[in-house]
């Protein structure tokens, strides 16, 4: 398997998250987090049920305002309790647990319009590869009403890739899949993440599935449990 060299390392983006709160009504989800993600890492997230970690990946992507602390990214601030920077300049793809592919489009047409507007000057990302590993050609000219729930969770993960992101934020990943499938695609996963400018946090229950692989981990605690 591919390592990172030090120019790709150099090139992704570096998180760091200082003492970072969140509230839903009364309720605090997290609490004064700190932790940092190095440039070109692939970090697993896990954590019981409701332990925020969603909301976690949500905060990243400036979809959720912090109450207190603070989300940087490259010495750049993206979120405070005062300040957010908008999702579509943060340089970043985010695969959502309950994501859906856009039911007017073909899998095909939905992956190449991902690709042609990538936000960054990234080297492309082999999309042939990624179908093809995926097991998803025969998918390309369908539209989501004609796939599973297994193959649609596939192709969304393959037009998330296609806009060959810097931080890269998948929850959930292998959802839908039966256990061989969910196997090769959390292989896939890492062989593409090696070598590339991209740092990465990959949120799974199937924690098993990423053993062995030379990743960091994160684990967030239940603080309501």
Excluded at 156 to 169: I, M
Aim: glycine share 10%; hydrophobic share 40%; aromatic share 6%.
């Amino acid at each position: 398997m591919k390592t990172k060299t030090d120019s790709t390392i150099a090139d992704a983006t570096k998180i760091e998250i200082a003492e970072l709160t969140f509230k839903r009504g009364e309720q605090t989800i997290i609490n004064k987090l700190s932790h940092e993600f190095d440039g070109g890492e692939v970090t697993l997230l896990t954590g019981p049920s409701g332990c925020g970690k969603t909301t976690f990946l949500r905060l990243l992507a400036g979809l959720e305002a912090p109450d207190s602390g603070e989300v940087t990214a490259n010495g750049r601030l993206w979120s405070s309790a005062s300040q957010i920077l908008p999702p579509w300049l943060r340089n970043l793809d985010l695969l959502f647990q309950n994501d859906a592919l856009w039911p007017d489009q073909t899998v095909g047409n939905q992956i190449a319009w991902v690709r042609e507007r990538r936000k960054n000057g990234n080297p492309d990302w082999n999309i042939e590869e990624i179908t093809a590993e995926l097991g998803i050609n025969d998918l390309l000219n369908r539209y989501p009403a004609g796939l599973s729930g297994g193959e649609a969770r596939r192709c969304q993960l393959a037009r998330v890739l296609a806009g060959s992101p810097s931080l890269l934020l998948l929850d959930e990943p292998l959802s839908g899949q039966d256990a061989v499938t969910a196997g090769k695609t959390a292989q896939l996963l890492a062989k593409l993440l090696a070598g590339k400018q991209v740092t990465a946090i990959v949120v799974s229950h199937e924690t098993a599935l990423f053993e062995g692989f030379d990743w960091q981990q994160l684990y967030l605690p239940n603080i309501n449990g």
